[in-house]
């Protein structure tokens, strides 16, 4: 899968991207929302991963976006404040952490994507996407 990581802050994002890696998948990062809206313009990612607080565009409105322009994309919300989580679920996002955040917690919900997509492709005469809503929770906040 190929995997954005949008965090403003340096160390949580090298924390990600290194676990990510780990587990298998290609990662880009991008250190705010603009720079995250470039990249997923120029490539094609299957996870992104957001920090609710992001400078230039924050994470609700980058969830809005990736949203209305790249429905297939599940999006990972992340935050340190209660009501910022409650900003990105109501904003789409398919599954949100709290931080401090469980690095397992993050690898389930990608596998719970690759699950999706699995079964989406056995479905041919479904549409994915729609398959796809019915089957996650949506939005869960842990």
């Known amino acids: 899968m190929n995997v954005l990581v949008v965090e403003g802050n340096w160390n ?12 298998g998948h290609l990662v880009d990062e991008a250190s705010d929302g603009r720079e995250a809206i470039r990249r997923l313009q120029g490539s094609r990612y299957d996870v992104v991963i957001t920090d609710s607080e992001i400078i230039s565009i ?6 809005k976006f990736i949203k209305s322009h790249f429905r297939d994309v599940y999006v990972i919300g992340m935050s340190g404040y209660l009501s910022a ?4 679920a109501d904003a789409g996002a398919d599954v949100c952490f709290s931080k401090p955040f469980d690095i397992d917690q993050v690898r389930k919900a990608i596998d719970c994507r690759i699950a999706l997509r699995r079964a989406s492709a056995r479905m041919p005469n479904q549409n994915p996407s729609s398959q796809e809503k019915l089957s996650e929770p949506f939005p869960v906040v842990i």
């Open 58 to 63: 924050d994470g609700p409105e980058l969830c």
């Open 12 to 23: 949580i994002a090298q924390v990600l991207s290194s676990f990510v890696k780990l587990c």
């Open 85 to 88: 989580l409650k900003d990105l």
